[in-house]
């Protein structure tokens, strides 16, 4: 079957008025598609078998089987085509009945020709939109098991150039024992290239110990990474091994290793030297053979000119960097991304249903993303949880992630009341629009207003 790009799209037409059917096709064949004609559903239905349709224009009032029963006919013998409907005014409603079932659109009688031609191209965009979204999924399924193959990353997500760079890196290094730095901001995923490497590495089978080295009191920090005698101070009960001597022969990954205070920094420039340490309050001399991977978000450098970082631990670190890119540097993985979480959710909030839109992907493309990886799963998770249908609308993203003015935020740069009241309006208006699927009288049940007051706003707001 020959492939269906815009240039051989088919369209049928089913209509039982010679006038209307023939108009319909001149309209389809001008903008450079092939249209077939038939006059009723028991034509159609065999033109279905033979041919591969994108979208089927049909009337509603047919001879025989009625345009309801044949929209039902194309989504079971061919769910990816899409079936515009033609209406009277007294059937809007039947028509709205008809998208429940899975129509595209409507359009109602009479109409023009500019009418029928923006109406079948909307269609035809969010068809040409869906199969490059599915492209894109199927390209990254393969890269995706690819890079599983090659390197086992687990958790990691990404091909673009950057990323690709880091895999690189984490294959050269996961085979030494050299001290590995890894810089990214909030949320970067530092931890899971840390993992990555002690995965890769020769100590795999051994433990891998993380410590969050911002998140302790110095006193307590100590104690987690070196371990205490018992009575060492208030509340050693018992003796307790810390984090190197957990970490054995493993790998030991410090985070956030730019809030250490100076006096653990001393001791830990020692463990990095001598492999060799004493638990708090104990005399005994305890050798490790261990491998450090550190974390940061800080500019270390800047913090030794400040004096909050010792310059030689520095160096002891620094031997082997990696730095992570930000996600708003990673555009190009926002597909595979969401692609991967949608897959987790659809899991672990029992979701088999959950799909996404392409409007949706667009939007998430939009957003700096300050919170990185983390911000952009957390947002994908809450999307899903909102969504009606388990589908991920464009306007089911929060609106922080919006370019434009949040519609509960105060104008920085007016407060004149109606130019404010409009923004909001008009915001409104688009996300009940694009919730309804662009059919107006749903949006009009939506917004709680007349269909007629709706039509007035789209053009006050140049939305048509």
């Not at 249209?35 to 009337?59: C, I, Y």
């Not at 410090?254 to 492999?275: C, F, H, N, S, Y």
């Not at 959950?354 to 990886?373: C, F, S, V």
């Not at 994908?380 to 609106?399: G, K, M, N, W």
Request: net charge negative.
């Amino acid at each position: 079957m020959t492939e269906n790009t815009p240039n051989n799209y088919k369209i049928l037409i089913v209509e039982d008025n010679d006038t209307m059917r023939e108009g319909i096709a001149r309209v389809v064949e001008k903008m450079g598609y092939h249209a077939v004609e038939t006059a009723d559903a028991e034509q159609a239905l065999p033109q279905l078998d033979k041919n591969r349709f994108v979208l089927v224009v049909t009337d509603y009032k047919l001879p025989g089987m009625d345009g309801i029963g044949l929209l039902q006919k194309v989504k079971e013998s061919s769910p990816e085509t899409e079936v515009l409907i033609i209406t009277a005014y007294g059937t809007i409603e039947l028509a709205v009945e008809a998208m429940q079932k899975g129509a595209a659109d409507f359009i109602t009688k009479p109409f023009s020709p500019e009418e029928l031609n923006i109406k079948i191209e909307k269609i035809l965009e969010r068809i040409q939109e869906r199969a490059e979204f599915n492209r894109i999924s199927e390209e990254n399924l393969y890269l995706r098991e690819e890079m599983d193959v090659r390197f086992n990353y687990g958790e990691i997500v990404g091909d673009s150039p950057n990323m690709q760079e880091v895999y690189r890196t984490i294959e050269k290094v996961a085979k030494g024992d050299s001290s590995v730095i890894i810089y990214g901001e909030s949320g970067t995923g530092k931890e899971l290239v840390a993992r990555a490497i002690h995965k890769a590495s020769p100590r795999k089978d051994k433990p891998f110990v993380r410590v969050n080295c911002g998140a302790l009191a110095e006193g307590v920090l100590e104690s987690e990474l070196f371990g205490h005698e018992k009575g060492a101070f208030t509340g050693a009960l018992r003796r307790k091994k810390g984090r190197f001597e957990l970490a054995q022969h493993g790998s030991i990954f410090l985070d956030e290793i730019g809030d250490i205070p100076l006096a653990t920094q001393m001791k830990l420039l020692r463990v990095l030297q001598e492999k060799e340490f004493e638990r708090v309050g104990g005399e005994e001399t305890l050798s490790i053979d261990v491998r450090i991977i550190a974390a940061t978000n800080k500019n270390l450098k800047a913090e030794i000119a400040d004096g909050r970082f010792r310059e030689d631990l520095y160096y002891r670190l620094h031997i082997i960097p990696i730095y992570l890119p930000p996600l708003r540097e990673r555009e190009a993985d926002i597909p595979l991304l969401t692609e991967h979480f949608i897959n987790k959710i659809r899991s672990e909030l029992n979701m088999p249903n959950l799909a996404i839109d392409p409007t949706a992907i667009h939007r998430l493309k939009e957003y700096d993303w300050p919170g990185n990886i983390r911000e952009f799963e957390n947002i994908l998770e809450r999307a899903a949880v909102l969504c009606d249908a388990s589908r991920i609308r464009a306007t089911d993203i929060p609106f922080h992630v919006d370019t434009g003015t949040p519609a509960n935020d105060i104008p920085s740069t007016s407060l004149d009341l109606n130019e404010s009241l409009e923004k909001v309006e008009k915001q409104l208006i688009e996300k009940a629009m694009d919730r309804a699927g662009g059919v107006k009288t749903e949006a009009a049940k939506l917004l709680n207003i007349k269909a007629s007051a709706l039509y007035y706003k789209l053009e006050k707001y140049g939305l048509i």
